[in-house]
């Protein structure tokens, strides 16, 4: 699951640019079409989500199968070496061909999957790699949704979240190459001593070998930010003492070079490295505290959503920094990842830049209460609705992300789900396994979004979590426009959940749809006073209840949903519009966090 790199002994070259696209018929099924070579005349880009880059509905709308399709020469220069093929995110399940062979299937839209090509293409020759990519949701996904046919025969997606359901090759592809014996995994955890002031490195390496070559070492190097080597250690696990360690802090990032290597025991030369940045820094909850280096924190940020206009959810470095930009600029210092894994880029570069993230799974939207509640009809319990399947997806889902992120900084809590019934019998039974594998997995707090219909009476799980992460909307879908029914019920609201379980508090989601330029002297939903003014309501009573440890708007930006009779081109609960423009609320968010120093 590492991250591919490049260094003296490993390559890394990108296969992302323009590939042959084709949207797959419903009619073929056998083999051979799969792999059939696809028409150079429509291409697409890698990565973006193809949805809005044609401008024809077919595509667009598309339910089912798509095919990606390229060249790819493996040099010449990597005889001797094992090579693969890393695809950063199919979404939502991806099937990859080399030639005519299936090599590899993975479910799950974000997360990475790669396979070996040493024994199928020689080095320095070439072949055709083939990327089918579906992104239909069932029962049986994370996400979940499901599929109609209409009276024309087509297919109809629907699902239980609001955002769009972008499909495709949103994040990069690679070619990369590893020596014969590598370095496979690697996973490290750090604590402080606060008596003695001295920082620790945990480190754990496993390992693939050469079954034909000598045996190996581990070996583990720690440099400061300079370069200069300052601890180091033999041996595949260990700790490493780091004195008077520069902490990583929010807002201060620090990180320290953790070079992982790979020797031979016969000659003691070095195989294989691989670079991990860590920063040092402990995360802790206790009472109704969450202690970031021994010291409450207070979040401020936002729910994010990868999206952007054209490429839909197309990683975009651009996007990326502007973005970081934008929430330094209001003295935002976290975010949370709804509804899915993000890029790993996205939490490298928080790592570097010291924004804190509560890191999420893509299961949003395990509620079919929702929805009906909204049309009027009683939904059946959703904890029949689904199944194993369902639940092997989900925990699937939390393995994988946990594999991936573990070694970020920048990680503070694992969220396993967003707004799941968890008032509905059968959500403790649904739950209980998938937060013990969390917890077995790694230790960082846990917490899942709550909606606001599973009230802390009704609520059956949150006392197996360690945050409560409250979702909230009163003023918008409750209360819509009533300023003073909303401060009243969010306050009571809160401070139910702070008597019955005394734990910290974030709210993860408040806010309100703002079409940017309209303005009401009256303070009308819709308005930008109106989300200027219910922030601030907020705000107010955030301040009243001890346990709130945290505000994360909805949402960042703008961003596009499925066609729904009351989303006007997309969710617009964003502080900034789609393209990153500032509502007047973005003032309210600046005044607070930045001037007044809100979470600092
Ligand atoms: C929610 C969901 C989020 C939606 C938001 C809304 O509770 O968690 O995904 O976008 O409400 O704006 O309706």
């Given at each position: 699951m590492l991250k591919?790199q ?5 390559e890394?070259l990108s296969?992302?640019g323009?590939?042959?696209?084709e949207?797959v018929?419903e009619?073929?099924?056998d ?9 150079s005349?429509?291409?697409?880009p890698?990565p973006a ?5 044609f401008?024809d ?6 339910v089912g199968w798509?095919?990606y ?6 040099p010449?220069?990597w ?6 093929i890393?695809c950063d995110?199919?979404?939502h399940?991806g ?9 590899a299937e ?5 997360t990475p ?5 040493t024994?199928?293409v ?12 579906s992104n239909e949701?069932t029962?049986?996904?994370i ?7 209409l009276e ?5 997606q629907?699902y239980?979240?609001d955002?769009f359901?972008y499909s495709?090759l949103?994040?990069?592809?690679w070619?990369?190459a ?5 370095i496979?995994?690697a996973?490290i955890?750090t604590?402080?001593?606060?008596n ?11 390992t693939c070998?050469?079954?034909s ?8 190097i720690v ?5 200069n080597a ?5 041996g595949f696990h ?7 360690p520069?902490?990583?802090q929010?807002?201060?990032?620090y990180?320290y ?6 020797r ?11 670079h ?17 280096n021994n ?7 936002f729910g ?5 206009p054209?490429?839909?959810?197309g ?5 990326m920094?502007?973005d970081?930009?934008l ?7 976290s ?7 993000y890029?790993e880029?996205?939490?490298?570069y928080?790592?570097?830049q010291?924004i804190v993230v ?5 299961a949003v939207?395990?509620n079919?209460?929702?929805?009906s509640?909204?049309?009027?009809y009683?939904?059946?319990n959703?904890w029949?609705q689904?199944?194993?399947k369902t ?7 939390i ?12 990680v ?5 789900a967003?707004?799941p019934?968890?008032h509905?019998e059968g959500?403790r039974?649904?739950?209980e ?22 009230t ?24 819509c426009g009533?300023?003073r ?8 609201d809160l401070?139910?959940?702070q008597?019955?379980y ?5 709210m993860?989601e408040?806010?309100?749809d ?6 009401s ?9 109106f ?10 009573v955030?301040?009243r ?11 960042f ?5 499925s066609l ?5 081109d997309g969710?617009?609960k964003?502080?900034?519009t789609r393209?990153?423009r ?7 968010l600046?005044q607070?966090w930045?001037?007044?120093g809100?979470g600092?």
């Open positions: 591919p490049q260094n003296e002994f490993r890394l296969l992302d323009l590939w042959h696209f949207v018929n009619t073929y099924h083999d051979i079409s799969w792999t059939q070579r696809v028409s005349k429509r291409q697409v890698v989500s193809y949805n809005d880059i401008l509905t077919d595509t667009r709308d598309h798509v095919k399709q390229r060249r790819v020469r493996v010449a220069s005889a001797g070496k094992r090579y693969f890393r995110a199919a979404t399940t099937r990859a061909y080399i030639n005519e062979k299936l090599v993975h479910e799950g839209g974000y999957f790669d396979f070996e090509l024994e199928l020689n080095a320095g020759g070439e072949s055709q790699l083939t990327v089918a990519v949701l029962f049986e996904t996400p979940p949704g499901k599929i109609d046919i024309d025969g087509r297919k109809k629907t239980l979240h955002f359901n495709g949103a994040r990069s592809v070619l990369y590893l020596p014969k014996s590598y496979a995994d996973t955890t604590a402080v001593d606060w003695q002031n001295l920082g620790s490195i945990k480190y754990q390496i496993e070998s050469d079954p070559g000598s045996g190996t070492d581990g070996r583990v440099k400061d930010e300079d370069g300052i601890a180091e250690a033999e260990g700790s490493i003492d780091i004195p008077n520069h902490l990583w929010p807002g201060a990032a990180l070079d953790v070079v992982v290597e790979l031979s025991s016969s000659d003691n030369s070095v195989i294989d490295h691989y991990i940045s860590t920063g040092i820094r402990t995360i802790e909850v206790r009472g109704a505290q969450f202690l970031l010291r409450p924190f207070y979040f401020t940020g994010k959503h990868e999206d952007s054209i490429r839909g959810k990683h975009d470095t651009a996007y920094v502007h970081f930009e929430m330094n600029w209001l003295g935002a210092n975010f949370r990842t709804s509804h899915y894994p890029a880029e996205v939490l490298e928080a790592d570097r010291g509560i890191d999420e799974t893509a939207g395990l079919l209460g929702v929805t509640g909204r049309f009027g009683k939904a059946p959703t029949e689904y199944n194993e639940r092997a997806a989900h925990e699937r889902g393995r994988e992300l946990i594999a991936r992120d573990k070694n970020h900084a920048c503070v809590m694992w969220s396993i967003n707004e019934a968890s509905e959500a039974e649904y739950f396994p998938l937060v013990d594998i969390t917890r077995k997995l790694d230790p960082r707090p846990i917490c899942f979004a709550n909606i606001g219909m599973a802390s009476e009704k609520d059956l799980i949150s006392d197996m979590f360690d945050v409560l992460c409250l979702n909230r909307y009163y003023g918008w879908y409750e209360n009533d300023m029914l909303a401060e009243t019920h969010l306050q009571a401070m139910s959940w008597k019955k005394g734990k910290p508090i974030i993860t408040y806010g309100a703002t079409i940017a330029g309209l303005h002297a009256g303070v009308t939903p819709w308005s930008e006073e989300q200027a003014k219910l922030l601030d309501l907020y705000h107010r955030f301040d209840v001890d346990a709130v440890i945290g505000e994360q708007v909805w949402n930006a703008d961003f596009q949903t729904l009779v009351f989303r006007v969710n617009k964003g502080i900034f393209d990153r500032p509502k007047a609320a973005a003032q309210v600046r607070r930045r001037v007044q809100k600092e």
